[in-house]
Antibody, heavy 115, light 112 residues
Framework: EVQLLESGGGLVQPGGSLRLSCAAS????????MTWVRQAPGKGLEWVST????????YYADSVKGRFTISRDNSKNTLYLQMNSLRAEDTAIYYC????????WGQGSTVTVSS | DVVMTQSPLSLPVTLGQPASISCRSS???????????LNWFQQRPGQSPRRLIY???NRDSGVPDRFSGSGSGTDFTLKISRVEAEDVGIYYC?????????FGQGTKVEIK
């Protein structure tokens, strides 16, 4: 059974940084691209970033490009999202999902950007 | 960016009756490999989203057969043949053909 467990969320001031992690199990992690999707309070789903299985190719939404960095450690079966220069509009639940077709989702990690 | 437009945005349904959600894309979703990467997701209240349908019409494992997907090119539909109480939630279409990936606005299904 595929399991994805996000961690690292919390309250951060505008301009601050946070790193999210997603621990994966139940599938061959290194063979699967991975994706971050976020959902602002009361809003719909927004794709954030995708990384290839090797980590060699990455894609970003324009809204986070230059501020967020997706990465992975295949030896630890873990996906990361480094978030810098955080803004109030980055406040959301951040989900990690398996593959670029999002065939399995984690439970989400809440990020709140506020002073 | 490919714009995904869902309708209706709110769908009150009587238990046991059918429901249908439309999703239209601003560009064709046919990829160079011949596949059409249009997915449907369900988000029940207070839960993470889960994928129901991939590549237009393929049900994910464990998804009841009352859910079906159809369409081609730029015009797609999710149908629930007989709505049950557990189907309450928000349904999203998403295209995975083009970068960036984009979602529809979501359709809220509720029981009348």
């Amino acid at each position: 059974e595929v399991q994805l467990l996000e961690s690292g969320g919390g309250l951060v001031q505008p301009g601050g940084s946070l790193r999210l992690s997603c621990a994966a199990s139940g599938f061959t992690f290194s063979s699967s691209s991975m994706t971050w999707v976020r959902q602002a309070p009361g809003k719909g789903l927004e794709w954030v970033s995708t990384i290839s299985g090797s980590g060699g190719t990455t894609y970003y939404a324009d809204s986070v490009k230059g501020r967020f960095t997706i990465s992975r450690d295949n030896s630890k079966n873990t996906l990361y999202l480094q978030m810098n220069s955080l803004r109030a509009e980055d406040t959301a639940i951040y989900y990690c999902a398996k593959s670029s077709n999002l065939d399995a989702w984690g439970q989400g990690s809440t990020v709140t950007v506020s002073s | 960016d490919v714009v995904m437009t869902q309708s209706p945005l709110s769908l009150p349904v009587t238990l046991g009756q059918p429901a249908s959600i439309s999703c239209r894309s601003s560009q064709s979703l046919v990829y160079s490999d011949g596949n059409t990467y249009l997915n449907w997701f369900q988000q029940r209240p207070g839960q993470s989203p889960r994928r129901l349908i991939y590549k237009v019409s393929n049900r994910d494992s464990g998804v009841p057969d009352r859910f079906s997907g159809s369409g081609s090119g730029t015009d797609f539909t999710l149908k629930i043949s007989r709505v049950e109480a557990e189907d309450v939630g928000i349904y999203y279409c998403m295209q995975a053909t083009h970068w960036p990936r984009t979602f529809g606005q979501g359709t809220k299904v509720e029981i009348k």
